[in-house]
């Protein structure tokens, strides 16, 4: 059964950190373009960080920048995000997704179609 499952949500005081894994099963992630997207209540769903399968090349919404950072551990077959100094305007739920396409990071998280696994989100929360 191909699925991506998400993990590491939770309720973090701003300024505090929180490590989201994306663990990925039935398929192989390593030959994957991996995303992490969120959204938020009353928002659309955007954007946040991704690795391209390419070269590794990533991509990093400017409202994270500085502040997450995304992983791959291609032997546990799970992809991981970072995020630090979180802020109250963070809280959504976290989805990772997967495409079978290499290239520019940038270019690959704005073409909605491209990504053929998501997983089923995870909340975070900060709050005090």
């Known amino acids: 059964q191909v699925q991506l499952v998400e993990s590491g949500g939770g309720l973090v005081q701003p300024g505090g950190s929180l490590r989201l894994s994306c663990a990925a099963s039935?398929?192989?992630?390593?030959?994957?373009?991996i995303g992490w997207f969120r959204q938020a209540p009353g928002k659309e769903r955007e954007a946040v960080a991704c690795?391209?399968?390419?070269?590794?090349?990533?991509y990093y919404a400017d409202f994270v920048k500085g502040r997450f950072a995304m992983s791959r551990h291609n032997a546990k077959n799970t992809a991981f995000l970072q995020m630090n100094s979180l802020k109250p305007e963070d809280t959504a739920v976290y989805y990772c997704?997967?495409?079978?396409?290499?290239?520019?990071?940038?270019?690959?998280?704005?073409?909605?179609?491209?990504?053929?696994?998501w997983g089923q989100g995870t909340q975070v929360t900060v709050s005090l």
């Open positions: 997704a997967a495409a079978p396409y290499g290239g520019p990071a940038e270019e690959l998280v704005r073409v909605t179609s491209l990504w053929d696994y």
């Open positions: 039935g398929f192989t992630l390593d030959y994957y373009t």
């Open positions: 690795i391209s399968s390419s070269d590794s090349n990533t």
